[in-house]
């Protein structure tokens, strides 16, 4: 059982370009979500999904893209990279009812 | 607008020390506050308290929700140099989205 499968691990971008983060868990949860952790400012939500086909978002969403086909699979696109953008990303998946969310291993992405 | 607020920011004790972690939170809509604990990568759940479930505990780690004052502290006894890493809160508020504190940095020196 893999639980949240995050690739790639680390990650340069140059100001402007564009990747994915790609995020897939083998739980069967409905509820799927993208954070960004910053020294000192703790997780900051990007985007959440409820399930396939419906994604919304969260506190920080401007420069991020997201899309849910499946409910296996919660890729994060930054369209545009910039310096502001290097972090630590954290994909994270819950079933519904009360439970936490259980967190991938994360991105570093640094942006130059 | 919807915050989490942890403190202290950072802790420094020695093994066999208590220590209490607060937070204390503002989300519209609640539904339960959950603890978190952050080594070197993801972080790990610990508890999660709800409006049925205001007190857990396991080993040395109990955790108390006080819905009223909107506030839960993290309790550790006992404490072991494992237990040095970064204590997250976050609350869930509607749609299941979870709101995180900036956490608390514990460091159990020897």
């Known amino acids: 059982n893999a639980g949240v499968t995050q690739t790639p691990k680390f990650q340069v971008l140059k100001t402007g370009q564009s990747m994915t983060l790609q995020c897939a868990q083998d739980m069967n949860h409905e509820y799927m979500s993208w954070y960004r952790q910053d020294p000192g400012m703790g997780l900051r939500l990007i985007h959440y999904s409820v399930g396939a086909g419906i994604t919304d978002q969260g506190e920080v969403p401007n420069g991020y893209n997201v899309s849910r086909s499946t409910t296996e699979d919660f890729p994060l696109r930054l369209l545009s990279a910039a310096p502001s953008q290097t972090s630590v990303y954290f994909c994270a998946s819950k079933p519904d009812g009360y439970y936490g969310y259980t967190f991938g291993s994360g991105t570093r992405l640094t942006v130059v | 607008e919807d915050k989490v607020v942890q403190s202290p920011l950072s802790l420094v004790v020695h093994e066999g020390d208590t220590v209490t972690l607060n937070c204390s939170y503002e989300v519209t809509n609640f539904r339960s506050l959950l603890w978190y604990k952050q080594e070197k990568k993801a972080p790990t759940f610990l508890f999660m308290l709800?409006?049925?479930?205001i007190e857990k505990k396991s080993g040395r780690l109990s955790s108390i929700l006080d819905k009223k004052e909107l506030f839960s502290i993290l309790n550790i006894t006992a404490t072991q140099t494992g237990d040095s890493a970064v204590y997250l809160c976050?609350?869930?508020?509607?749609?299941?989205?979870?709101?995180f504190g900036s956490g608390t940095k514990l460091n159990v020196k020897p």
């Open positions: 976050a609350v869930e508020g509607p749609f299941n989205k979870f709101y």
């Open positions: 709800t409006s049925s479930g």
